[in-house]
């Protein structure tokens, strides 16, 4: 798979009637899939394509798994996405928050990935779980999504604190002269500064894969260079993790990306795409190991 492959555009003028089902506490099976819409038909991943893959070094092997059925459930989660304009659904039109509006999307922060797995409970039910990349807004926690991979309120106790002086030390950058060794000297200490709390956040993260291991960060990465900031956010480590420590089987998992184009311009509005490289593939190893590479099943 090419690295952040796309996969094809939706066209939401033809709507899946079925939604998603996003229970509150927890994800019941999905009732039966509708039939792609022909716009959709033309050029969509086929059910074997690879939607996330990646090497783990401890087992010394490269685990993949498919798109699948996930693609439908997302194109349903897109149809509601569009109907809704929000995120938070779980509640009433009257008492839904503002900050969870499609709207942000569309604005000076961008779009994001969203993404569904479809997987089987230890009971033989079928469900599907939908999540977002990083924050939605500032949010970690929005009800009916995944959770992050650490303790939210943790991240925030260690963060808050630094982060304000670290904004701190910007604006005191910003007010020293340019090239002057005071204004250097600040520098070097927000660096400094930035680069501890980056491996506190690192440590906040814990992996879980299929055959019951857990490990940091740190352990499971196997990309090239440092770790970059983000990894464990985005939407596939995030479902594998739930899964495993929540005893579901994965069946299968496809990502989308909603919203404004993202400044790069590798993201567009509709398009699907595979697990990105720089990210997720160094992670994905550990967090499918144990799944067997199980093959895609039409649910």
Known sequence: MVQGSTYFCTKLSNKIQQQIILPTSTFLATPALAALPPSCATGAPTSDSVSCSGYCKFCRKTHHIYAGAAIRHCL?????????????????????????STDYLFGEARGQMFGVMVYRDQNGSVGSIPAFSCQYNGSWLVD??????????????????????????????????????????????????????????HALYSFTNFRGETASIRQAFTGPNGIPTGTGDCCAPKLLNYAAGNN????????????????????????????????????????????????????
């Open 76 to 100: 349903k989660l897109m149809n509601l996405l569009e109907e809704k304009k929000r995120i938070d659904f779980s509640v009433t039109d009257e008492t839904a928050d503002p900050r969870f």
């Open 144 to 201: 009916g999504w995944v959770p992050p991979l650490f303790d939210v309120k943790l991240f925030h106790d260690i963060t808050f604190p630094v982060e304000k002086e670290i904004k701190k030390m910007g604006r005191e950058i910003d007010f020293l002269k340019k090239g002057s060794l005071a204004q250097n000297t600040i520098i070097h200490q927000r660096k400094t500064l930035s680069r501890k709390l980056m491996k506190k956040i």
């Open 248 to 299: 579901l089987t994965p069946l299968s998992i496809a990502e989308f990306y909603w919203g404004r184009e993202n400044k790069s311009k590798t993201r567009r509005h509709g398009l699907f795409y595979s697990s990105c490289q720089e990210k997720c593939s160094p992670i994905l190893g550990f967090l499918l190991c144990g799944l067997h590479d199980v093959s895609c099943e039409h649910i």
